[in-house]
């Protein structure tokens, strides 16, 4: 019988292996990010990274440089719960890659306790300000 940690850790991988799954929508070439936000055990939103509604599915300009406007996938998931009936607070935010520091801002606001990634994205000030902020900050790189 699984004891309480063991039931967690196995829905995080789960949860990871959607996400990843997700992130496959994603348009961009240089990296494709999927994320899940999770209350209750229900998926209430969900995001990758891709240009905001109305512009075209381009990512990067002709020297593979990242367009400013593009939106990070948690930016997604975050901005889409907003305009449901559902609340972020509370929630996992599942996330292929850790935040940087503009998602982790939103992260804090949005109310959400936990955020569990695969990968550590290039900077880490984001996992930094997410942990100075209380949040639990969970890395599963095996997961995807």
């Not at 550590?120 to 000030?125: E, M, P, S, V």
């Not at 942990?131 to 969970?138: D, H, N, P, T």
Request: a neutral charge; proline letters at 3%; one cysteine or more.
């Amino acid at each position: 019988m699984l004891n309480n940690a063991d039931k967690q850790f196995n829905l995080d991988v789960r949860y990871l292996r959607m996400a990843q799954i997700w992130a496959e929508n994603s348009y961009c070439h240089r990296r494709r990010v999927g994320a899940l936000l999770v209350k209750d055990k229900m998926i209430i939103s969900d995001g990758y990274n891709g240009t905001p509604a109305g512009f075209r599915n381009i990512c990067e300009d002709e020297n593979d440089v990242t367009y400013p406007y593009v939106l990070h996938a948690e930016a997604n998931a975050i901005t889409k719960v907003a305009k449901s009936n559902n609340s972020s607070d509370g929630a996992t935010l599942y996330v292929t890659t850790s935040p940087c520091i503009e998602c982790a801002k939103l992260i804090i606001q949005a109310g959400i306790k936990r955020v569990v990634f695969a990968q550590i994205y290039r900077f880490h000030d984001g996992i930094d300000l997410l942990k100075l902020a209380g949040i639990e900050c969970v890395q599963i790189p095996d997961a995807i």
